[in-house]
């Protein structure tokens, strides 16, 4: 399924950055030139990437463990980093069911290690653009969800990629329509809240190595979850979202992602 994949290893990609600066191997000169310069503007950007990370975790083990949610449907998923997001639900209860989403080909070429699931429960790759929610919600892989029983639908650290406001908006609304009463939607994304200008060169620095990015102010983020209730504590820096010990110990200046989760009544 990976043979015709295109790398285009000479240009930098959000998912390898992010891979090169959590300390992972796939990853190629292009992404560690730039990860080495985002981590020279901001050198709490590798704390921030892991608070996210682990965001990631305590949402997904909350959502199982707390609200009986079985069905995730996570979209910008990355390369696969010890615990993936069916591992940390699957361990809650096997029977739960994870499609994974992204549109970058060197997620592809290890999605295998995604595809690894119980074998009471099912993991699914698509291979597909958030911003063609259509595509997304046509493909057979989508279909392993049962729209009848709720879904939590995941968007963690991909919309500091998708910067315009409107479509983000569209997209999000078109994938939540189906989703029964229920449902989540949980999202981490950038933001300069707390350091406007270090935060800002990294934003410029992504843009320098052609991808476009965004940071978003706590009230647009807030607004992200529009028509849904939000889950308390609302939006908060991750690693202040339902802390363990170790989210406890970070500070608030060394974290750049706010979070949050919300309901669909
Ligand atoms: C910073 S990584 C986050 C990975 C993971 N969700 C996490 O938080 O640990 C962002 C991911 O979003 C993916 N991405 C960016 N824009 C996308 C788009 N328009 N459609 C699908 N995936 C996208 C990238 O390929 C990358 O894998």
Redesign the pocket.
Known sequence: MTSNVRLNTDVA???R??DYI?GGKDNFKADREVGDKLMQLLPSIKVS?RA??AF?ARVARYLAAERGVRQFL??????P?SPNLHEVVQEVDPTSRVVY????PI?LVHARALLTSTPEGETAYID????NPQAIMNAPEYQILDLTKPVAL?L???L???VDEDEVHHVIDTLMAPLPPGSFLAI?TATGDNSPEDTEQVRAEYERAGMRAKLRTRAEVEDLFRGLELVDPGVVLVHRWHPDEQAASLRDDEVHMYGGIAIKR
């Open positions: 990609h959000t998912a950055v992010y959590l990437m996210n990370r990631m996570d979209i910008g998923t990355g390369l980093t989403v992204d549109n970058d997620v597909a653009d958030f911003r995941s963690i650290a991909i500091p990629f998708v981490s």
